[in-house]
T-cell receptor, first 113, second 113 residues
Framework: DAGITQSPRHKVTETGTPVTLRCHQT?????MYWYRQDPGHGLRLIHY???????DKGEVSDGYSVSRSKTEDFLLTLESATSSQTSVYFC????????????FGPGTRLTVL | AQTVTQSQPEMSVQEAETVTLSCTYD???????LFWYKQPPSRQMILVIR??????QNATENRFSVNFQKAAKSFSLKISDSQLGDAAMYFC??????????FGKGTRLHILP
């Protein structure tokens, strides 16, 4: 399972409140990713990191920020949650092998009321 | 821009039969990777099979195999001897080396007992 955990696994919050999701990995992978999954859209990239303090935007980054102060932790923050951010959020790491394939955490279901 | 298209939102197959899930992609690159991920009801994203574009031989993993047609930009997944545990959402994904993964919108596979 590539040693990836996400916390919390489920969260219900109200519109306008800040929310932080945590992704933790134990295998020292350089690349980490945050995706959201919505019906009819598959997985869409929010932000990714290619090292400590090195991050970049993905396809759907508006309303989200990220931080990576340690190799093992990649945080996704919704500064002011909106109902459109209700989704399932996945963290992933990328293996440094010939395929560079990604392995995913278990996901976090976030509901914004 | 790279795109991945899965034209079958849902499919059904009788247990023990064979089913093929379609995937097409669009790119001007020649060196890339293709993946199929499975997402069962547990929500966990599981890598099923992977293919390097420069390899002509189709990848195989037990009951799962692909039909990779580079000129046609097609990457279909064949599941032989379908089992109830194969019921899941299947995502086709495309990645240029050292770049981000692009996912299709998924095909939901039902296994009929």
């Amino acid at each position: 399972d590539a040693g990836i955990t996400q916390s919390p696994r489920h969260k219900v919050t109200e519109t306008g409140t800040p929310v932080t999701l945590r992704c933790h990995q134990t295998e020292n992978h350089r690349y980490m990713y945050w995706y959201r999954q919505d019906p009819g859209h598959g997985l869409r990239l929010i932000h990714y990191s290619y090292g400590v303090k090195d991050t970049d935007k993905g396809e759907v980054s508006d309303g989200y920020s990220v931080s990576r102060s340690k190799t093992e932790d990649f945080l996704l923050t919704l500064e002011s949650a909106t109902s459109s951010q209700t989704s399932v959020y996945f963290c992933a790491i990328r293996y440094s092998n010939i395929y560079n394939e990604q392995f995913f955490g278990p996901g976090t279901r976030l509901t914004v009321l | 821009a790279q795109t991945v298209t899965q034209s079958q939102p849902e499919m059904s197959v009788q247990e023990a039969e064979t089913v093929t899930l379609s995937c097409t992609y669009d790119t001007s690159e020649s060196d890339y990777y293709l993946f199929w991920y499975k997402q069962p009801p547990s929500r966990q994203m599981i890598l099923v099979i992977r293919q390097e574009a420069y390899k002509q031989q189709n990848a195989t993993e037990n009951r799962f195999s692909v039909n990779f047609q580079k000129a046609a930009k097609s990457f279909s997944l064949k599941i032989s001897d379908s089992q109830l545990g194969d019921a899941a959402m299947y995502f086709c994904a495309f990645q240029i080396r050292d770049d981000k993964i692009i996912f299709g919108k998924g095909t939901r596979l039902h296994i009929l007992p």
